[in-house]
């Protein structure tokens, strides 16, 4: 079973940015995907961004494209989110996730490891 740790989250003005870190322990990731999600208060968990671990493939939700960038490092078994250009919609509290045989990456349900969720507050 994969444990996942995130870090990284914190409060920054509009337009600024973080880096989140997700580290991943319990075992090896090949044939993982590895996904970010996030859910803003009231509202249901969304798709942020996700990478196919063995081959490198990443995939991103509308509402980030071009400003947010997923990544992984294998020999530290962590996944990042690097987020600029942050937006106060962009306020929730951060997710990683991570699944084998995922075939629709946006979708929560099939993930079966989580992390405890980093806070993201974005000031106007």
């Known amino acids: 079973q994969v444990q996942l740790v995130e870090s990284g989250g914190g409060l920054v003005q509009a337009g600024g940015s973080l880096r989140l870190s997700c580290a991943a322990s319990g075992r090896t990731l090949n044939d993982y995907t590895m996904g970010w999600f996030r859910q803003a208060p009231g509202k249901e968990r969304e798709f942020v961004a996700a990478?196919?671990?063995?081959?490198?493939?990443?995939y991103y939700a509308d509402s980030v494209k071009g400003r947010f960038t997923i990544s992984r490092d294998n020999a530290k078994n962590t996944v990042y989110l690097q987020t600029n250009s942050l937006k106060p919609e962009d306020t929730a509290v951060y997710y990683c996730?991570?699944?084998?045989?995922?075939?629709?990456?946006?979708?929560?349900?099939?993930?079966?490891?989580w992390g405890q969720g980093t806070h993201v507050t974005v000031s106007s």
């Open positions: 996730a991570a699944g084998r045989l995922i075939v629709d990456v946006t979708i929560a349900g099939p993930y079966n490891a």
């Open positions: 990478v196919r671990w063995t081959v490198g493939a990443t």
